[in-house]
Every structure is written in structure tokens, then in C-alpha cells.
């Protein structure tokens, strides 16, 4: 079970900080990705992580903007988004990997997945 929170709509250059809260056995073996999915688009990878090799992966768009976390105590997966632009604007889903490995993760078997959470960026 993925229960994601968080979300919402803010001007460009704003922040939103996403969770993921997950099984202690789920962050403890699997990798956590994130992704997104923009009106018109397919699916994309934008971050994963590993709490089993400390690994972090992220899409050349978000790189710099963005930071993945996990708060291990509560097993939560934190996708940390500043420098917000319109473009990143869509549904964004955790969802969990069927390796604890983040490298290609954008295409790799998801087990599970969260509901998705709305992220809107306008002025």
C-alpha cells in the first residue's frame, strides 16, 4: 500500500513537497520512484530512490530543482519539488520497484502504485 499526500497549485517558482508512505518492508528493499504524467502526455520518470545502496536518480528536467528523500523512522518517501514551472504540471505518482536498484528505473516493473496526487503550476 502507497499512500501518497500532498499536491496542490502553485505560481511558478513556488514549492510542494510530495509523500509517499510506504511499509517498513517496502522502503527497506525496494526502490521508490516517482513519476508524472502531463495532460496529453505518457508517463515519465522524474526521481527514485534506493535505501538500500543510499542511490537517487533524476530526470535531466527536475535535476537541480527536485530532491528525493526517505524518513526511515516513518517510512515515508519525500519528493521535495522547488523552482517549480508549468511544465511540470500534472499527476504524479510514487509507485514501488520490483528492485531495490534506481538504475532504469524509468522503465523497470512497478509493483505497486500510489493513487497519484495533482500538481499545478500556473500563474
Known amino acids: 500500500q502507497l499512500a501518497q499526500s500532498g499536491g496542490g497549485t502553485v505560481q511558478p517558482g513556488g514549492s510542494l513537497r510530495l509523500s509517499c508512505a510506504a511499509s517498513?518492508?517496502?522502503?527497506?528493499?525496494?526502490?521508490i520512484g516517482w513519476f508524472r504524467q502531463a495532460p496529453g502526455k505518457e508517463r515519465e520518470g522524474v526521481s527514485c530512490?534506493?535505501?538500500?545502496?543510499?542511490?537517487?536518480k533524476y530526470a535531466d528536467s527536475v535535476r537541480g530543482r527536485f530532491t528525493v528523500s526517505i524518513d526511515k523512522d516513518k517510512d515515508i518517501v519525500y519528493l521535495q519539488m522547488n523552482g517549480l514551472m508549468p511544465e511540470d504540471t500534472g499527476i504524479y505518482y510514487c509507485?514501488?520497484?520490483?528492485?531495490?536498484?534506481?538504475?532504469?528505473?524509468?522503465?523497470?516493473?512497478?509493483?505497486?502504485w500510489g493513487l497519484g496526487t495533482q500538481v499545478t503550476v500556473s500563474l
Open positions: 509507485a514501488m520497484l520490483a528492485n531495490y536498484w534506481c538504475s532504469g528505473f524509468e522503465g523497470g516493473i512497478k509493483k505497486k
Open positions: 517498513q518492508r517496502t522502503v527497506d528493499y525496494y526502490a
Open positions: 530512490i534506493s535505501s538500500s545502496d543510499a542511490s537517487t
